[in-house]
Every structure is written in C-alpha cells, then in structure tokens.
C-alpha cells in the first residue's frame, strides 16, 4: 500500500532522505497492508481493545512529591536562561 | 433571510488538587521556574504517569452535579502535536471514551431558566508557560522561555450542546458554570487568573434550517464581560459578512479586549492532524457504583435547589437568594445565623449589603473575615432592642470586621449606644430649637416640612445616637 510518507515525516517532525524516504514508505506500507489484512475479520461482537494488559483503575493519593533533581532535567535542554528552556522563534 | 445565533462552549477548570495529574509535582501557583517539575511530567524516557485519585473524583463530582451519566469505563489518549509549552509533544486528554457524558445545567437569563445540554465531561492536562523574548506576544518574538510548572496540572473540559443562542446567554452559562464549580470546590473557577477559560464557536444559521453554518472558535476571554463582548463582534461580523453574499471561513480567533475586536490566526498553522490514540501508559479507569454512590453523597444540596429552598421556606427574594447562594461558604453563614435568630430577611441584608461590601473592599471571605453567625446576630439584636440605630449599626460592623471585638465591646467603648434617655434627649432638642430661630419662626408660620431640618440637626447633635423615632415625638411635642 502506498503511504504519503512526506506528511508522516512532517507530523513527527523528521527530516528523511530520499533514500530513507523510499526505505520507511515501503517498511510503513507493508505495515498497513498487515492493518489491511486484518481489517477483513468480522469483528462485530469484539469491543475495542485500548490495553492489552487486562489491569484497571491505578490510581495515586493525591500527596505531593517534591522531585530532587529539576537541575538535571533543565540540564536536558540545550539552552536555559533565568532557569527556564529557551527555545527559538516559535511563529514565522 | 432571517438568522440565529449558535453558541458552545467549552470550558477548561483547573482542579482543586495539591498534587499534578499524573506526577506528585505540586500545582502551588507562583512558584520558582521550573521549581515543580520531574521526570514524569517532563517526558523524560521511561517514566510512568499515574493517575490522581482526587482529579478524577472532583471530574466525577462535577459530572454528577451537571446530570451527567458516568461512563462504567474511561480511556485516556495521547492527542499529538508539537508546541514548546507541551514536552511531551503529546498532550494526555480523554478522547473517544470520556469520564462522563449527556447532562445539562438550567441558567438564568432575563428571569428564566434554560436548560443547556452537556455534552461531555473530562480529564486533561495543562500545558506549560511560554514567556516571549524581543514582543510583548508570540508574533514577532526572537525567542521564547519555557516554565513546566504548569504543565501536567490536572484540567478538567466541559463541552455544552450548541444550545446557547446569544451572547448573554453565553455569559449568563459561564456566570452560573463558575459559580457552580467554586461552590462545590472543584475549582477556584476564575476566568481572570486562568483557572478558568473558556473556548466559544459560533455560527450563524437560517431560522428553519437544521443544519448549523460555518463557525468560528473563539479564544482568549479573560472574564464574563469578555465572553459576552467577544460573541457579540463576533455576530455582528458574521451577520455583515453573510448580508454582503460572502461566505464565512471556519477560522480559530482571538479576541483583543482592547480594541474589542477578534482577530483570525492563519488556518494552515491550525490545521491539525491530531492522531489520538489510547495512552499505553495508563489503564482504563472504571469507577465503581460505590465510588460514584460515596462522591454523589458528599455533594450535598446544590446551588439551584438551595436557592429554591431559601426563596419558598424563608420568603427570601430572587435575587437575594441568588447572592447567598453564589458561594456555598456564605450560604452556610446565613443558615447557621438563621438558627440563632429567626429573622431571614435582615440577617440576609447585612449579609448581601455591608457585610459583603465589606469582604470585597478588603479581599477577604466570610470564613477569613472577624465575624462570625453569633455576631452577625448579636448586631441585629442590638438594633431590634434599641440599643444601637441601625445607621450605627453599619459603623459597629465595620469596627468589629477592623477589631475581632464583640459587638458589645464596640458598642460600650465608643460610646455608640442609642440615647434612650428621654430627659437628656429633651435638652439636647430645646438647644437645637433655640440655636435655630429662623427655622422655627418658618415652621410656627406653617412650613411643616422644616421639621425634617430640626431631626437632621438633632441627630448631628447625638453624633446619630438617638432614636429617630423618639426624635421626631419630642420635636413635635417640643416645636407645639
Ligand atoms: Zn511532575
């Protein structure tokens, strides 16, 4: 199945070669065409599944947690003033 | 042709929770940048979010207080898109299967209650805090900073039906939406500090039709007034538009107060391809028949049915008990006062008049201010037995708010207590007639009406002590 792998890569921000482009359209096909094939069962008395894991309502008290290391995350981003993220234009 | 307008809404309310959505980060509003954040919330690698018990009781507490049906099972999904303000670059929201859904809240408008469908209600989270570099605003900014201590804190949406059908309505449902999720403490629910906001479309359509015509979202209303002004431009634009032969484009707009204008964001930079699909990270939540049972419990009486009650078994006014009951708090003063003093109709006047004139000037509520249901009540006794006019009574007030003294220790220490000395009184009046000549010659001659001039005099006389009752007799008595 063909995929519009240029709208795709835009949606998750990717920049692909050409090479890539045609590597991951055909591996991204081949996965459809798989969705495709599966498509054909009758599927009418089967509710969706979200989770695979059949496990529900894990839930926390509502306590704070004080996080002791907010310098190591702000450490994660490549520039940093006045202890925030800077981050280039955002609008053109 | 003939149009009407189609207003829904969708409001955003912050939780009333300590801790964030899906991590134990504080929500404490003001802090240090970047002081509230871990991994979890950031989005670092690895991590796992859990959800907070407390978020989803007060979603499920508001979902019973608006008639909602609670869903037996909730999904939370990943709604995709990248923005700076949202680290995960994925925002956890409720999509396909929402905590609950198809309730209503009846609104006021004009003297009569609407009822507007609800069509969802559900969980979210909050983004982060963007702070522009080089523009007051996001256009023409060189840069940005980023605070994520507003990110993952816990925001519940209710979607309404297109019900509304004018502006004022729209503000009258938000009115009655804020005052609803303050009084149930959800929510401190204020459009002014954003915890509170509120996303309005609107579309015009011919009378008669079924179908709804093209709309607009608006954003950015930062108070009822805005709301109601934002919607407003906004029928009159599409009116023009729609009369000229043109056509209106489905467009996201920002409404500027200042110009009072809504103002259109290019559509391309909008046109999202969001791609939900349920967050694999968290489980379905099924809240139990008990769960629900023990929430719905703890509600208690709601806003509407108080206000009912006050009006048919107190004789309360609309609109006085409309007051008392915008703020469960106040609601609660009046009833315990009530207990002590069966007098509904003045203890609801000081409450609604000096008291909360008061509470306003000084930015305080009724639990933080010096006063109490007992004090409120001694004052008015103190009026009922003449120990105090009820112009003093205002000043007495504002002395024990100022103080946290008793109304009898105000009253004996400044002297304020109604003169009922009759004898004294009796001097005082002689003096004012004999200081008055002109006066009294006028009133000997007929003028009657100069005897009003006589009580002002008298009452400055008794820096407003005396009893005007006993003025006015022993005027008369005194003036033959
Ligand atoms: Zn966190």
Partial sequence: MQIDIDHVAKLARLGLSEEEKKVFGEQLGKVLDHANELQKLNTDNVSPTSHAIPMKNVLREDKVVVCQNTEDILANGPETEDNMFKVPRIVE | ?480
């Fill in chain 2, 1 to 480: 042709m003939k149009y009407e307008t189609i207003i829904g809404l969708e409001i955003h309310a912050q939780l009333a929770t300590e801790s964030k959505m899906f991590c134990g980060c504080s929500t404490k509003f003001g802090a240090e940048p970047n002081s509230n954040i871990c991994p979890v919330c950031t989005g670092q690698p690895g991590t796992l979010p859990v959800v907070n018990k407390k978020a989803f009781e007060l979603a499920i507490k508001t979902a019973i207080a608006l008639n909602c049906k609670i869903e037996p099972q909730s999904i939370f999904a990943r709604k995709n898109y990248f923005y700076p303000d949202l680290p995960k670059d994925y925002q956890v929201s409720q999509y396909e299967l929402p905590l609950a859904t198809g309730g209503y809240i009846n609104v006021e408008v004009d003297g009569e209650v609407k009822k507007i469908g609800i069509t969802r209600v559900h969980l979210e989270e909050d983004a982060g805090k963007l702070v522009h570099q080089g523009a007051a605003q996001i256009m023409g900014a060189d840069s940005s900073l980023v605070d994520y201590n507003r990110t993952g804190t816990p925001l519940m949406e209710i979607v309404s039906e297109p019900d509304i059908r004018s502006p004022k309505e729209a503000a009258a449902y938000m009115q009655t939406m804020a005052n609803l999720l303050q009084y149930i403490a959800v929510s401190d629910a204020k459009l002014e500090e954003g915890s509170l906001r509120c996303d309005a479309n609107i579309s015009l359509r011919p009378i008669g039709q079924k179908e709804f015509g093209t709309k607009s979202e608006l954003k950015n209303m930062n108070s009822f007034k805005a709301v109601e002004k934002a919607l407003i431009y906004e029928v009159k634009r599409h009116n023009e538009v729609v009369s000229e032969g043109g056509k209106i484009v489905q467009d996201t707009r920002f409404y500027d107060e200042k110009t009072d204008t809504t103002k259109g964001m290019r559509t391309k930079e909008f046109a999202h391809d969001y791609r939900y699909f349920p967050e694999p990270d968290l489980v379905p939540v099924e809240p139990s028949q008990e769960w629900v049972e023990e929430i719905r419990q703890s509600l208690g009486e709601l806003p509407a049915n108080r206000k009912a009650r006050f009006i048919k078994d107190f004789g309360l006014t609309t609109d006085d008990a409309g007051l008392l009951v915008s703020n469960k708090a106040v609601a609660d003063f009046f009833e315990e006062a009530l207990k002590l003093l069966n007098n509904p109709k003045a203890i609801a006047n000081w409450i609604n008049g000096e008291l909360t004139a008061y509470l306003n000037e000084h930015n305080l509520t009724i639990t933080q201010a010096n006063i109490s249901p007992a004090k409120l009540v001694e004052l008015i006794q103190a009026i009922d037995q003449g120990t105090i006019s009820g112009k003093i009574a205002k000043t007495v007030l504002v002395k024990v708010l100022e103080t946290g003294k008793s109304v009898k220790e105000v009253v004996a220490e400044s002297g304020l207590t109604q003169m009922s000395d009759e004898g004294e009184l009796v001097k005082i009046i002689r003096d004012v007639i004999k200081n008055n000549p002109k006066q009294l010659e006028q009133y000997k001659g007929g003028k009657t009406t100069v005897l009003a001039f006589f009580v002002g005099q008298t009452m400055k006389a008794t820096k407003g002590r005396a009893n005007p009752g006993m003025v006015n007799k022993l005027l008369k008595q005194e003036l033959g």
